[in-house]
């Protein structure tokens, strides 16, 4: 099974859950863990993973170059380009913004001088495979700063993750998706069977989770709520009655609690090293949830 | 002007650190504030502001005419997101969800009138006034759709076509291309962070964006007495970034958020550091009389 886990928002849980839900549910099942946050990857680092056994190069981002040598500085690439990455330098050359450029190739296209723009495969990025020292295997991606695409890093990740389940005969794969509703969330969600949800009670977090909802219907999957510092704003109770209005199942309410961030900096789950704590005590009830309800 | 809020993991406290900037800079300035987190936009929840002039955001789409296709086959040939497939015989079908909209199918069809234009709904962009004597522009993709860039643009280009002397943008989270794009232009990027290792892990992806833009980069530390500031200040330090100030976990800072009014217009100690860290960007852009 593939589970999803998104929130929308950031910075409301969902690497730290995941790190627990996987610490909590690796003894009952085979699992693999997917980082596909490739912008800002740290699930790895909350499990520990301190070196990555594997690391493949992609190269699937293309960009645009002007060659400022036969350049007749007619301005059309500048005009044409439908995301404003062209601009003219100092000396008057115009120069493609590689920071900013989706690879489209309209300037290559409309420029009148055959050969001046050429559209080239620059890395992406990394995706990397290691073993969590609790036995499960890892994929993380990492995109270059200021590349495009991270979306595809995660369809490439998840590809490798299918096939190490297949040639180590895995049970579940859980993706931890990134903020967001766009190509990465979209890519994660896309061919789950079910969406985690995760959200905190502010009205930020539940704007952005209803959107994160709204996508996932796309996919028609059958989702479910954790609700994060659950008692942070208690007089908040339109999480909870959106998510009752909706049908969509809530499987548990994790309470604020200084114990995760002080298991972060030790990058360990917060159930491995305080699990005494509040908000353990929640997370296991939660694993057992989802072991009951969902993975079975 | 332009100055740009970023921090490349979510939830560091962007947002917060951006509408109580925006309030305090708007004193100084004519100032609008650019959220263009296209994917989760909340600056108008933190301002207590309902979204207002929306304006829909479409995208091109090619339509073909088969009447005229000569099915040649350049425009799924150029295609660069592959959006484009073609029959055995070559006739022209659109992926919808795959088109990025650039028009590259549009520009090498041999064919006059053989791709007309059509269109998609990809998000909205709104203006929307403050309370507090600022404008923010808003960009909203669509659910479901995957590419944020044109959007990202489009909000861009509104914020742009207003009547401002400063412009404040606030990105979303991440380090691709789309929070570069949101960046460009800025004269100054503050990245905001929280000391864990996961916040310090992405600082130093966001420094190493600042740095390939070529870009003065400050650093804000929320929720300081929740790690280790020390370690943030040795990466920012590698990169020559200064840390402008640390923001302590605060209650008073949760209710401002969750209530919609932003906490500089407040008495407390949090909304000092605020006022400083305003003052600083002042300072910088040289606004003080």
Known sequence: MQVAIASGKGGVGKSTITASLLYLL??????????????????????????????REHFGAKVARINSESCVRCGICYERCPYECIYMDDEGNYVVNELTCEGCNVCGLVCPVPGTITLEQVR???????????????????????????????????????KLMDELN????????????????????????????????TPASLSDVQRAYKVVQHFREPAYLIINKADLNPGFTKLREWAEAEGIPVIGEVPYDRAIPKSMAMLKPVVEVFPE???????????????EEILG | MQIAVSGGKGGTGKSTVAINLAVELAKRFKLVLADLDVEAPND?????????????????????????CTKCRKCAEVCEEHAIITLKDGTPFLMPTLCSGCRACEIVCPVPGAILEGSRLIGHTYVTETHYGFTLVTGKLREGEERSMPLVVEAKRRARNLDYELMMVDTAAGTGNTVSKAIEGSELLIAVTEPTPL??????????????????????????????????????????????????????????????????????????IFRELAEKVANFLGGDE
């Not at chain 2, 207590?48 to 009447?67: H, I």
Request: hydrophobic share 45%.
């Open chain 1, 277 to 291: 704590s509040p908000a353990s005590k929640a997370l296991k009830e939660i694993a057992d949830v989802i072991a």
């Open chain 1, 26 to 55: 690796k003894d009952r099942y085979k699992l693999i863990a997917v980082d596909a946050d490739a912008e800002a990857p740290n699930l790895g680092l909350l499990l520990g993973v301190e070196e990555w056994e594997e690391e």
């Open chain 2, 44 to 68: 108008h929840l933190l301002l207590g502001v309902d979204l207002a002039n929306e304006e829909p955001v479409n995208q091109f789409m090619p339509r073909f005419d088969y009447s005229k």
């Open chain 1, 170 to 201: 895995l049970e579940h794969m859980i993706v931890d998706s990134a903020a967001g509703i766009g190509c990465q969330v979209i890519a994660s969600l896309g061919g789950a069977d079910v969406a985690i949800l995760i959200a905190e009670p």
């Open chain 2, 199 to 272: 916040g310090i892990h992405d600082t130093e992806l966001i420094l190493q964006l600042g740095r390939l833009m070529n870009l003065k980069t400050w650093v804000v530390v929320n929720r300081a007495d929740l790690g280790d500031v020390g370690r943030v200040r040795e990466i920012a330090g590698r990169y020559g970034a200064e840390i402008v100030a640390e923001i302590p976990y605060s209650e008073s800072i949760v209710k401002s958020y969750v209530s919609g009014r932003p906490i500089v217009l407040e008495e407390v100690p949090e909304a000092k």
């Open chain 1, 124 to 162: 992406s990025g990394v995706i990397r495979r290691a073993t969590t020292k609790y036995g499960f295997p890892i994929i993380s991606a990492q995109l270059d700063v200021g590349k495009p695409e991270s979306g595809k890093l995660v369809t490439e990740e998840k590809e490798w993750a299918k």
